[in-house]
């Protein structure tokens, strides 16, 4: 059973000569099979020449995966129309495409599955005006519905994600922004970023520079992101700091409450305002007997800001202290203008692999070849030293 699912998913994502496939964990997951019969059906097509397993049991798609199911290669009709619910395909028409590259570059890595796997997009924006025509939509039947990490937003993304989820039509979703205790009773497969993973990979590169008091920083009105009342990605990075912490022997503080500005750090007038609230918020874990020598920030935007604020009690990032980020978003953050420097190291997601990972799971639904509960996926992502 467990070769003939991998086979019908290859031929339905169409994956080109290079491309990895997920974890076994979660193709086993995604296909309804076990790890074991899951890995023996790799090992049958590794026999045949469609892929190769690496090391760590990474399977790459090295010849024809249309062929590993009896289909023919070259053009084909497209399979079905995939409605892809998000607002962030309008961000190049907003001009800001510079500074939310992340979100990009998750587009790019839906479009290009969805080439891949032969399915249509159509985007539906979220706004009141896409309620207003969604059960017409739901009407013409498409094969499936993509939300993206703006589903969250306002009212009518969670409305339309409900809709969706009614609709008995497959769902698939990026659950790094759903709260935690929310997750489990979504009907929809979700795409998550390895963010305990990446949480880990930082406390890892900070334990080898010798840090020993870690606070994370989780910015504004973000000081109570703890189990249940957390967002999944909050969560995940706590968890990973405090596991990887006592692994190491760092003491990780608890999260310190932020004053939030009035508007965001962009310009010299709000960053001044923000690092001066930062002081605040500093002065009892830095002018103390035994200071934190390492900084874990929610974003790259809020190290810079945490590096202008400890410069201005008399640390210097590097020196008395690492600043960590994450996100990898130092190169274009109007932050890091305003700072100049301090950020010490950052975790980059794979935000197109987010993207292609949502498609494959939905073509596995639309294909037939998964079924029954929900699947989930993590991506991992990657630890950066910035230069």
């Known amino acids: 059973m467990a070769i003939e699912r991998l086979r019908a ?28 019969a899951t890995y023996e059906a790799l090992q049958q097509l590794e026999r045949e020449g469609v892929l190769r397993l690496m090391p760590g049991r990474i399977a790459v798609i090295v010849g024809d995966a249309r062929g590993a199911a009896g289909g023919a ?33 998750l587009l790019q890595g839906v479009r290009a599955a969805a080439r891949s796997a032969r399915l249509e997009l159509t985007l539906l924006p979220i ?19 993509i939300f993206l990490d703006d589903v969250v937003a306002g009212e009518a993304g969670p409305r339309l994600l409900a809709g969706a989820m009614a609709s008995g039509l497959p ?76 692994r190491h022997g760092i003491e990780v503080l608890p999260c310190a409450p932020l004053l939030a500005g009035s508007g965001p750090a962009e310009t010299p007038a709000s960053f001044a305002e923000v690092v001066r609230l930062q002081v605040g918020s500093l002065l009892g874990v830095l002018e103390t007997p035994h200071p934190v020598d390492a900084i874990a920030a929610v974003s790259d935007g809020l190290a810079y800001e945490a590096a202008a604020a400890v410069r201005l009690l008399g640390r210097e990032p590097g020196r008395d202290l690492d600043i960590v980020g994450y996100d990898n978003s130092w190169s274009w953050c109007p932050q890091r203008v305003l700072a100049g420097s301090g950020l010490a190291a950052t975790i980059e997601p794979d935000w197109a692999g987010i ?28 630890l950066v030293i910035p230069t």
């Not at 706004?127 to 025509?133: C, D, F, T, V």
Request: hydrophobic residues 45%; glycine residues 14%; charged residues 20%.
């Open 127 to 145: 706004s009141a005006e896409s309620l207003q025509r969604f059960d017409s939509l739901v009407l013409e039947r498409p094969a499936g519905f």
């Open 171 to 246: 769902v698939a979703a990026h659950g790094d922004v759903f709260a935690v205790g929310d997750i489990g009773r979504l009907r929809a497969d979700l795409v998550f970023a390895d963010h305990r993973g990446g949480a880990t990979a930082l406390v890892d590169w900070l334990a080898g520079r010798g840090r020993r008091r870690l606070l994370p920083w989780m910015g504004p009105g973000q000081h109570a992101g703890e189990g249940q009342r957390g967002l999944h990605y909050f969560a995940e990075r706590l968890a990973g700091l405090r596991e990887a912490g006592g």
């Open 9 to 36: 998913w290859l031929q339905h994502v169409a994956l080109s000569p290079g491309s990895q496939l997920p974890a076994v964990r979660d193709l086993a997951g995604l296909l309804g099979t076990t790890r074991f």
């Open 355 to 382: 993207g292609s990972a949502l498609v494959q799971m939905l073509a596995a639904r639309i294909a037939g070849v998964a079924s029954g509960a929900p699947a989930q996926r993590t991506v991992p992502a990657k």
């Open 73 to 105: 290669a070259g053009p084909a009709a497209v399979r079905g129309r995939v409605v892809l619910v998000s607002n962030h395909a309008s961000a190049r028409e907003l001009d800001l495409g510079s500074w939310r590259g992340w979100q990009q570059q």
